[in-house]
């Protein structure tokens, strides 16, 4: 009964969905006000009915049911329940649901958030999120199912995939799935502009606040997952440029973009068609990141099953979706009117930069992450493109960013003083080649390379301040007065501060762990001690465990620094009986100076363990940049003028409820 | 800005394109993501000598490829896939083709338990205990079966355990191929 329910309510859903995605935008181009007020009450319709039919798949996997074939395949009684609720999404069928549910939530908040907005652009917004949202109940009910029933009903399930039972895992996909569908409302704007033709502040506010809501959750969805392969696939690595990786660091670097030039068309009137451009193309993007992982064309970590069936569906959904959004824009664009002029020295004009590099740098990965599949289509050869390619070709282009990301944030609008802004960053340049001395004194030549990269990140994180200082006067007024001045300060500023911080903090992370990470591979018998990072590890042997669906086998190495003991390390080799596959739990013990990252191997003759030790310096701050990156970005949200138009709706309800 | 626009309405167009012949060849049969084509392909053979499983027997060698077409197969007593594959092998071996065996790091008494219970379909059979052997012959997986030629040349890499489909569709063309 459960999954008719669901299956129902998702074709309930359909036809809502297609008359959204129809009648709102028939009534803004005939100006008829009971169109368009249609938009609304179907947008919150269309979330309530999807949402059911997702509540209708979670509860089937709550219960077990076995008569729905998803559950077979994914779930297992013996699972713990937080990962029977992960197996939802842990799927194909499942995790398109997830993104559907997502997308017709966000047009549903467009719908009760959106009373600001001039009427026919909310109607045609939520037209076009109609319209989308039609598209992709439709592939899931024509060609990913997932309440197909299965006759006779099995007594068990085939369980998830263990790699995927993990914490970080679980909350990893609908953080993406959030950034991902979260352009989407930006994308259904950006159209909506082309066809009325007209961009106005109001436009430009929403667009940023969705574009940073939608850039927050991408950044911590992809820290998640990185964050998950470090620790639980036992590698050491914590990034793979694995083609599945990339699909969501392409939309992270234009929506990045997207980012930077919505505040020029807040703030300046200016970049309107390009942002519109940029918009279109980051869901395009977040398209084809779907596309890629859901057809499994691209042969990863991720792939849950070769389907070009389904691959062929999502193949048409972005040709029609992103085809006819350039279309439409290159017909279109041209009759949106841009103000604003700007000289080349001025903070447009570093935007611009931003905009350019981060876009060549998203193609750039791009191309690596397709050429294989490109060659493989046209010639039949096979490749693989791997760190190197990205290390000569992605990296130079961002460094330019990394550097101008300081230089930018004090220009200026409109026209800017290049060498004003040197005086002012004396102290960041010093500090800069004090950095870049002392590590090349340090370690000589040969790694100036990453005496060069620490340096970058001393003049990110210094500059930055060196603009925290300047606007609050630190040091020529009292301290008190600093204070009173930090309060006022704009909500957007100090999330700059925080997100720019944060990436020199990320800069720090990657060139410290990927340069001078320790590495050691060896054979072990009980009581073999070896060191590695200023830690003495003491092999202790092995022991049988068993959890509630596996059973293994933990290591044990006493962790020692200067003689103390400071842990107990215990690696686990673990296997699921139920899904037939093993799994290696690193046993970790972190800290901010680095973790010490401990792998079980094989036994060999005579009682002997393979073990794999890495001491992975500042690894950590890689993931605390990429929070704190997300965190500047919450604080940026929270910013007066962006909150502005809730705001003023709350206070008009108080008004007249106090009159 | 309108002629701006043609370079991503073009990528798009190149791209899908592109995207879409690939599923098609994936579609209809014509590419496999699990083909891994291997770098010996018409090289000859990589050169070992391997002792029996048990120290009974001759073991095998290199030398014994030479001047009769023949397979190599790859497996372990421990692997599943290899248990899947073994009546293949067995038919192969009962319509007179010559399979040798390459037994990856295995317990001797567990590797003749297997051949005992399950049929040897192998008409010599090495122990590659280290492994090295295996990793010379450019192994990804297990089990793997290649197809030698009389001079000695590897013709054919099939990874995984081989199918009836396999066995008709791709093993036995390429071994009557190189009959004749």
Redesign the interface.
């Known amino acids: 009964m459960i999954a008719e329910t669901g299956q129902f309510t998702l074709a309930l859903a359909l036809i809502i969905a297609v008359v959204q995605g129809t009648l709102p935008l028939a009534g803004a181009v005939q100006n008829n006000s009971r169109l368009m007020a249609l938009g609304s009450s179907s947008a919150t319709s269309l979330f309530f009915c999807v949402l059911a039919s997702f509540g209708c798949l979670i509860i089937a996997f709550v219960v077990s049911d076995f008569s729905v074939f998803n559950v077979v395949q994914n779930s297992h009684t013996n699972k713990p329940m937080i990962y029977k609720i992960s197996g939802v999404w842990g799927n194909h069928e499942g995790s398109m649901l997830l993104w559907v549910t997502i997308l017709t939530l966000f047009g549903a908040s467009v719908a009760v958030f959106g009373k600001n907005l001039p009427d026919s652009l909310r109607a045609t917004v939520l037209s076009i999120q109609g319209l989308l949202s039609a598209s992709f109940i439709a592939f899931i009910l024509f060609a990913s199912n997932p309440f197909l029933r299965l006759d006779p009903a099995p007594l068990e399930g085939q369980g998830l995939n263990p790699i995927l039972q993990d914490p970080g895992l679980a909350f990893h996909p609908p953080f993406l799935y959030i950034g991902y569908v979260g352009f989407s409302i930006v994308f259904s704007f950006a159209v909506a502009a082309l066809i009325e033709g007209k961009v106005d502040p109001a436009w430009a506010r929403w667009v940023r606040t969705w574009t940073l809501a939608a850039w927050c959750s991408l950044t911590i969805g992809i820290a998640l997952g990185s964050w998950w392969a470090y620790y639980e696939l036992g590698w050491g690595g914590w990034w793979f440029w694995d083609p599945v990786e990339n699909a969501s660091l392409i939309p992270w670097l234009i929506g990045t973009a997207l980012l930077h030039s919505a505040i020029v068309v807040e703030k300046r009137d200016a970049l309107k068609?390009?942002t519109i451009?940029l918009a279109?193309?980051t869901f395009?993007m977040s398209l084809?990141g779907t596309?890629l992982v859901r057809?499994?064309?691209l042969?990863s970590v991720h792939?849950f099953a070769?389907d070009?069936?389904r691959?062929?569906f999502i193949?048409i959904l972005?040709?029609l979706i992103?085809?006819s959004a350039?279309?439409l824009?290159?017909f279109r664009?041209?009759s949106i009117r841009t103000g604003g002029f700007f000289s080349p020295i001025s903070r447009e004009a570093a935007l611009i930069f931003n905009n350019l590099l981060l876009t060549t740098g998203a193609a750039v990965v791009l191309l690596g992450t397709?050429y294989p599949?490109?060659l493989?289509?046209?010639y039949?050869a096979?490749v693989s493109v791997g760190p190197p390619f990205y290390n000569a070709t992605f990296l130079p282009i961002m460094a330019p960013v990394l550097v101008a990301c300081v230089i930018g944030s004090m220009l200026s609008w409109k026209r800017g003083d290049l060498a004003g802004v040197f005086g002012r960053l004396k102290a960041a340049i010093i500090v800069t080649l004090v950095v870049v001395f002392i590590i090349t004194l340090l370690n000589g030549s040969s790694d100036f390379l990453v005496a060069l990269a620490l340096g970058v990140a001393a003049w990110i994180i210094i500059g930055t301040l060196v603009q925290v200082s300047e606007r609050l006067n630190l040091l020529n007024i009292p301290l008190y007065k600093s204070v009173y001045r930090a309060k006022n300060l704009p909500r957007a500023f100090w999330g700059m501060v925080v997100a720019h911080s944060a990436l020199g903090i990320l800069v720090i992370g990657i060139t410290i762990s990927s340069a001078w990470r320790v590495e050691q591979i060896q054979l072990m018998k009980s009581g073999d001690k070896i060191s590695a990072g200023g830690y003495t590890l003491t092999f202790s042997g092995t022991i049988p465990i068993s959890g509630p669906n596996y059973t293994g086998i933990q290591g044990k190495f006493k962790v020692e620094r200067n003689g103390e003991e400071v842990t107990v390390l215990k690696p686990e080799k673990r296997s699921y009986p139920a899904e037939k596959n093993q799994t290696t739990e690193a046993g970790i013990l972190s800290t901010i100076s680095g973790d010490l990252y401990t792998v079980l191997g094989e036994m060999s003759d005579n009682e002997e363990w393979s073990t794999r030790i890495y001491f992975n310096p500042m690894v950590n701050w890689i993931w605390i940049g990429a929070f704190l990156m997300a965190f500047g970005g919450l604080i940026s949200l929270t910013d007066r003028r962006l909150r502005f138009g809730i705001w003023q709706r709350f206070s008009k309800k108080f008004v007249r409820k106090a009159v | 800005m309108r002629n701006a626009v043609v370079i991503p309405i073009f990528t798009l167009l190149v791209l899908s394109g592109i995207l879409g012949l690939y599923l098609w060849q994936i579609g209809t049969g014509q590419k496999s993501l699990n083909y891994l084509p291997s770098a010996l392909i018409d090289k000859p053979a990589p050169k070992f000598i391997l002792p029996p499983i048990n120290n009974d027997g001759e073991g095998f060698s290199t030398e014994m490829l030479y001047g009769k077409i023949s397979l190599v197969n790859i497996w372990a007593s421990w692997c599943i896939p290899c248990r899947a594959e073994h009546p293949f092998l067995m038919e192969l071996a009962r319509n007179g083709f010559t399979i040798y065996g390459i037994n990856y790091k295995d317990e001797p008494k567990n590797a003749d338990r297997f051949l005992q219970v399950l049929g040897n379909p192998y008409l010599a059979v090495g122990a590659d205990s280290s492994g090295l052997t295996s990793i010379d012959w450019g192994v990804y997986g297990y089990p793997e079966t290649f197809i030698i030629d009389r001079r000695g040349y590897i013709r054919y890499r099939h990874v995984g355990p081989i199918s009836a489909t396999d066995l008709s569709n791709k093993i036995l063309p390429i071994l009557r191929r190189l009959k004749n």
């Open positions: 068609s390009w451009l279109i193309l395009s084809l596309f057809s499994g064309i042969t792939t070769t070009p069936e691959g062929v193949l972005l040709i992103s085809g350039l279309i824009y290159a664009a041209s397709l599949l490109f493989d289509a046209l039949g096979k």
